[in-house]
């Protein structure tokens, strides 16, 4: 059974980094063919894809949040990890890290069912 557990501070303040990291169990990151992925849900709002790295390590953002986005991995601690630039109130959301069996493209990286591991999300509330 897979798991992935999300990590990282609660409060963040405005203009500083927010960093998560999800740690896998059950299943390696580099297993042929997984990609992995954050995504958030604002309060009172959808799912939002923000990026995914691949079992190779290649990476993938949305359009909207790339030039804040970064995703790496630690493939020695199992563990991938995000780091959101220049955070404002705006990305006040819970977090999620998220297992894809394949390559996906367009809205379907935010569709729920695309994926079928999920952490249990954490809330990030940014604010001075």
């Known amino acids: 059974q897979v798991q992935l557990q999300e990590s990282g501070p609660g409060l963040v303040k405005p203009s500083q980094i927010l960093s998560l990291t999800c740690t896998v169990s059950?299943?390696?990151?580099?297993?042929?063919?997984?990609?992995w992925s954050w995504i958030r849900q604002p309060p009172g709002k959808g799912l939002e894809w923000m990026g995914a790295?691949?079992?190779?390590?290649?990476?993938y953002y949305s359009p909207s949040l790339e030039s804040r986005t970064s995703i790496s991995r630690d493939t020695s601690k199992n563990q991938f990890t995000l780091q959101l630039s220049s955070v404002t109130p705006e990305d006040t959301a819970v977090y999620y890290c998220?297992?894809?069996?394949?390559?996906?493209?367009?809205?379907?990286?935010?569709?729920?069912?695309?994926?079928?591991?999920w952490g249990q999300g954490t809330q990030v509330t940014v604010s001075s």
């Open positions: 790295i691949s079992y190779s390590g290649s990476t």
């Open positions: 059950g299943g390696s990151i580099t297993g042929y063919n997984y990609y």
């Open positions: 998220a297992r894809s069996p394949r390559r996906l493209y367009g809205s379907s990286w935010s569709v729920k069912s695309s994926y079928d591991y």
